[in-house]
């Protein structure tokens, strides 16, 4: 037992890998932020595509759906390992110039848009087909009853859903740095292989577990909210 | 057949026939409805007489036959969906108020959106409207706070506030508390005496016998029978309409 709590927790070390830990996780959450706005925005557009009606819109369509459902169901490890190994030698300049970081921000916004699309889709869903409709009996366009109507209370519902793949993504920065990127875990790595000690994974650990906890509590206290707001409603 | 024969029709309706799947829902409807007209449509649930409704303002596609709004045929495929319905206000059974917006959000957003009218013009409008209705001090409660005649009647003011032409009441009581159908009929009524063209399918004869200039009772998506309220109330004449009306004075709402 004592083995075990200096093999991972040990205070001296601790401290000793603190500093590089601590830069390293700086990169995660970097790579988290900038991932997350691509993914937010990304799979909203991607929602709205699978939901437009019409024959016209069938090749947008099924390209939404051909997309969501290969990069769903695709590991996230293939994917960064496609992006980081596989595009800088493809030959196309930007990919080349790119760095690991942006290649892995890629990587996780290929896939978290994925599984962001299905969460603003079954929210959109759940909006009632009577809204549409009451907004387009007011003379309000299709473009503005989802603008104005539909959207604002689907995203509403989703918002816990969303929070929740956002701590998802948060976590998988990790897998990115297995591959390439010094982040926390690299970081955890490279002390690990110096001083064979695995205090600087517990630092990382700890570091991904602050950051989830705000982020948990929050969600928490938006759906006991809409709980209360829906019992005041029903009484 | 023009409600009081006076004027050219605002709405009429010629031949029209509606389908969902195998089922005829309305079969070879005329009507007519002249400006300033208030015609009732009674019968029972399933007779045809909110899928009328929702053709006119095209909610629902019309199969066969020819509707005509303001002089402007609207069954063409041509016509502009929305700008019709900018002149069309519609009232649902269920109320469909937005519940993520204000009461005053409610009425001010499609003049706002879909007319273009200014933020502050149109809330000094729709105050306008709310205290037309007696729910002034209601106009920054979201809906969900207000009781169901109170959301009905929002529902209406959120119709007027587009300033239509023409009015479609959708069974607008059928979801409410008795007691709360009252103050939605006074309002209703007000509209009528004001000289709102309105179509209103119900299943309240009396005050649809006050209210009308005509009534039309459907049945399996066929007019049966037209007519002033006074004489389709006391003398019907198809066998149809007053076995209709006998099942209503039976259960007492007439």
């Known amino acids: 037992m004592h083995q075990f709590f200096h093999a991972f927790t040990n205070p001296f070390y601790f401290r000793q890998s603190l500093p590089d830990v601590w830069s390293g996780f700086l990169v995660n959450v970097h790579m988290m932020v900038v991932a997350e706005a691509f993914v937010l925005v990304l799979a909203l557009l991607i929602a709205i595509v699978r939901g437009l009606p019409g024959p016209a819109a069938r090749p947008l369509r099924v390209l939404a759906i051909v997309y969501t459902d290969f990069f769903r169901g695709t590991p996230l490890t293939i994917v960064a390992l496609m992006c980081l190994l596989g595009l800088p030698g493809t030959g196309f300049a930007f990919f080349k110039n790119a760095s690991s970081e942006s290649l892995g921000i890629l990587a996780l916004a290929l896939v978290y848009t994925a599984y962001v699309t299905e969460v603003y889709r079954a929210g959109i869903e759940s909006v009632h087909g009577s809204q549409r409709m009451a907004a387009r009996s007011l003379g309000l366009s299709y473009w503005q009853a989802l603008r104005y109507v539909v959207l604002p209370q689907a995203i509403r519902r989703v918002i816990p859903p969303l929070l929740n793949d956002f701590i998802g993504l948060q976590k998988d920065t990790a897998i990115i740095g297995a591959i390439g990127v010094t982040e926390a875990a690299a970081q955890g790595t490279n002390f690990a292989n110096n001083f064979f000690n695995y205090t600087g994974f517990f630092v990382g650990a700890v570091f991904f577990v602050y950051l989830t906890i705000p982020l948990a509590r929050f969600t928490d206290h938006i759906i006991r909210e809409r709980e209360l707001r829906e019992r005041a409603a029903a009484v | ?254």
């Open chain 2, 1 to 254: 057949m023009s409600a009081d024969g006076s004027g050219p029709p605002f709405v009429s309706l010629r031949k029209v026939t509606k389908r969902f799947g195998e089922l005829e829902v309305l079969r070879q409807v005329d009507l007519e409805v002249p400006e300033h007209g208030v015609v009732c449509l009674i019968g029972a649930s399933g007779s045809g007489k909110s899928t009328l409704l929702r053709c006119i303002n095209l909610l629902e596609k019309v199969d066969e036959g020819e509707i005509v709004v303001d002089g402007q045929p609207i069954t063409n495929g041509k016509v502009d969906v929305n700008a019709l319905r900018k002149k069309i206000g519609i009232v649902f059974q269920a109320y469909n108020l937005f519940p993520h917006m204000t009461v005053l959000q409610n009425v001010t957003l499609a003049p706002r959106k879909a007319l273009g009218v200014p933020r502050d013009k149109a809330e000094a409008q729709a105050r306008a409207l709310l205290r037309r209705i007696g729910l002034e001090e209601k106009a920054n409660e979201y809906p969900d706070r207000l009781s169901g005649g109170q959301q009905q009647r929002v529902a209406i003011a959120r119709a007027l506030a587009m300033e239509p032409k023409l009015m479609l009441l959708d069974e607008i009581t059928s979801a409410l508390d008795p007691q709360l159908v009252a103050e939605v009929l006074n309002l209703v009524r007000e509209l009528a005496q004001s000289g709102m063209t309105m179509i209103i399918a119900t299943h309240e004869m009396q005050f649809a016998r006050e209210v009308a200039d005509e009534i039309c009772f459907l049945d399996g998506g066929v007019i049966h029978e037209h007519g002033p309220p006074e004489r389709i109330f006391t003398e019907p004449r198809e066998p149809r309409t007053r076995e209709f009306l006998a099942r209503v004075i039976e259960a007492g709402r007439l």
